[in-house]
Nanobody, 124 residues
């Protein structure tokens, strides 16, 4: 059992940036894959990006490619999601999730642990 805590959300204007942080309470984070998901009001939860912590392999959904960057700091048990050029439609609660896999995980139901989320609001 691991605990995930997201932070870094907030209110930002269109075109602005935020960096989300996911900190995991686990001894060896390299045994896990981490995903970022988001859920907007009235919509289903959707994937944003994911990373395999063993080798740094990453994936991005098309709607964030070129704008968002996922990265890891193994020493801090932390995964980041740098979000640039934010749009109104990026408004959502952002969740990080962990799967005990040494390879990248792209299927939401394969994630075993979830954080409580952090709100991102893009508004002028």
């Amino acid at each position: 059992q691991i605990r995930l805590v997201e932070s870094g959300g907030g209110l930002v204007q269109p075109g602005g940036s935020l960096r989300l942080t996911c900190t995991a309470s686990v001894f060896k984070l390299t045994n896990y894959a981490i995903g970022w998901y988001r859920q907007a009001p009235g919509r289903e939860r959707e994937g944003v990006s994911c990373i395999a912590l063993s080798d740094g392999d990453t994936r991005y959904e098309d709607f964030v490619k070129g704008r968002f960057t996922i990265s890891r700091d193994i020493a801090k048990n932390t995964v980041y999601l740098q979000m640039n050029s934010l749009k109104y439609q990026d408004t959502a609660v952002y969740y990080c999730a962990a799967a005990r896999r040494s390879f990248i995980v792209t299927i939401m139901t394969d994630y075993d642990y979830w954080g409580l989320g952090t709100q991102v609001t893009v508004s002028s």
